[in-house]
């Protein structure tokens, strides 16, 4: 099999313990032919990303952000843009309301927070991306306005307090939802008809010719399956999910140990 683009997960899978890229990854990355795409696929916003692309030595390259809900070209045209519809949106609000979950709304290039607390600080620090401080009203009202709704919701906080959203949203909801745990503490909420795979498809369809079946992509979670499964070649790194390894072709070292690099300097040098 031909290689003819590189795609990843961010966290988990592509970033160190120190939750940034490595030299080692930096110095693989750097021998790519330039025109050689390099495509990260992420539940992260766009901005979230593109810093990471940069510090790869890249110019600017397509972006499938919050999980395929807003897929990029290199130039930054959009691709591909669902949402969750804005009733929706409100109904995870008011189930949050009388609890300790911290919901932080995002849009586009946009990531809206309504408090200044651990959660977000915690999220600035990791992403290294700053968000809109807006009452979360003034966001609904806002989004009203043009008729649109989230790319993504991420509600954070106490892990029995998570599931319990998890549980009521799953009931009532997952024909319409994909409501994604990355963690205890954190549920992602993105829209059902859409996966990093799909967007992976739009960006190819538009900018290569070439199909999924050239393609190399790593994961470490459960948005990562449906990836790892439709590309030519899907790696799961040591730390993943065990349904993510079955599905891999090939289980690599954990993230904290490089794995990205070490298959990538196997397959390339």
């Known amino acids: 099999m031909k290689i003819k683009a590189f795609c990843s997960d961010v966290d988990g899978t592509l970033l160190n313990s120190e939750r940034d890229l490595s030299q ?4 693989i990355v750097s021998k790519f032919h330039p025109d050689f795409p390099v495509i990260l696929a992420s539940s992260r916003m766009p901005n979230a990303m593109r810093h990471l692309v940069r510090d790869l030595g890249k110019s600017d390259q397509p972006l499938v952000s919050y999980n395929g809900g807003y897929v990029l070209s290199a130039q930054g045209e959009i691709l591909d843009s ?15 309301k009388n609890t300790n979950i911290h919901v932080s709304l ?18 600035i620090r990791n992403t290294k991306t700053n968000c809109i401080w807006l009452p ?22 106490d892990s029995q307090e998570i599931s319990w959203l998890f549980g009521e949203l ?45 393609v190399i992509a790593f994961g470490d979670n459960y948005n990562d399956i449906d990836l790892l499964q439709s590309v030519g070649y899907g790696v799961a790194v040591a730390n993943a999910r065990p349904e993510v390894k079955a599905v891999a072709k090939e289980i690599t070292l954990h993230n904290k140990e490089d794995g990205v690099a070490a298959t990538l300097e196997k397959l390339f040098l």
């Open 24 to 27: 080692r990854l930096k110095a």
């Open 82 to 96: 669902v949402s969750i519809p804005l009733a929706l949106v409100s109904k995870i609000l008011e189930l949050t």
């Open 106 to 123: 995002y849009q586009g290039e946009d990531w809206y927070e309504e408090k200044d607390d651990y959660w977000s600080q915690r999220e």
């Open 136 to 157: 979360t009203q003034e966001v609904l009202e806002l989004w009203a306005k043009d008729n649109s709704g989230a790319h993504k919701v991420m509600c954070m906080g």
């Open 170 to 214: 799953h009931f009532e909801n997952s024909e319409d939802l994909h409501l994604y745990r990355s963690n205890d503490n954190y549920l992602e909420i993105a829209p059902k008809a859409i996966s990093k795979a799909t967007g992976l498809k739009k960006i190819l369809e538009h900018s290569f010719d070439f199909g999924m079946e050239s």
